[in-house]
């Protein structure tokens, strides 16, 4: 599955995430980009909507490790079980989130639990902007294997 | 303006709240609840999708101080600054969120502040589930009186 097919994937089975327009995806291994455009994710004020902007970084972090798992041939739940966010300026364009693996030690920990316990937890930072920083997202992911 | 004219302005306000079809507000005075059924909310494992559920919990403290502030004659953009979540369990049905006020010496404070300084945050707590608590969030909210 590429990403263009994992995103008709994602706008299928999450639908809010195709009522958000999400129509950018780009894995590089270590981190994943998700985009949306700013209209259908709007607020009051004319800036993003906290929740879409929140979804959207949720929904980011969630695909890396998702994506990183099949990369390896792991069919896993992925769940989001806690996660702090810093809101720290209004979005007035496009969402550009962007969610990476941190650093190797972590990931290596993550995995040697996995393949003992078959679940695992991994902490993920994700922001929301380009160059100036308007959301910070410290989630922790719990992934469990699928049994067929 | 009353409660179901409320949502109806949301739901333009806001594209979003529409596509999650949030369709019950209660405001209390000191509380409020938000709900949409689950089919628009739904992600890849058929229960919530964690972006659907903090979206409801965000939006819900967002609406419990807008409307505690209109009560009270100011009209305020009310932000969220920083939360943090708890993903206790799927949510499997219905997606009801309950936002409640701190206790009272904490608004007292907040509103003290924010008559002397026309801007302040609170602390709410808002919870998804019912009896069984799906999501925690605490969230603090910074309220700006809008000068026209």
């Keep these: 599955m590429n990403n263009a097919e994992f995103l008709a994937w994602l706008h299928q089975a999450i639908p809010l995430t195709e009522a958000m327009q999400i129509d950018e995806l780009e894995y590089t ?19 993003g909507f906290a929740g879409s902007i929140a979804g959207l970084a949720t929904l980011c972090g969630w695909t ?9 041939g792991v069919e896993a739940d992925v769940m989001i ?5 810093r809101f720290l300026a ?12 941190p650093e190797d030690s972590v990931v290596q920990q993550f995995w040697d639990r996995f393949q003992d ?3 695992a937890r ?3 930072s994700v922001t929301v902007g380009g160059a100036e920083v308007k959301l910070e997202l410290f989630g922790d992911y719990a992934a469990i294997e699928r049994t067929r």
């Design 29 to 47: 291994g270590y981190s994943v980009r998700l985009s949306a455009p700013l209209a259908p994710n709007i607020n009051d004020k004319g800036t």
């Design 64 to 72: 890396l490790l998702t994506l990183w798992l099949r990369q390896r």
């Design 81 to 85: 079980a806690k996660s702090e966010q």
């Design 90 to 101: 209004p979005v007035t364009e496009r969402l550009v989130a962007e969610a990476r693996l």
């Design 117 to 119: 316990k078959r679940r």
């Design 122 to 124: 991994l902490p993920i």
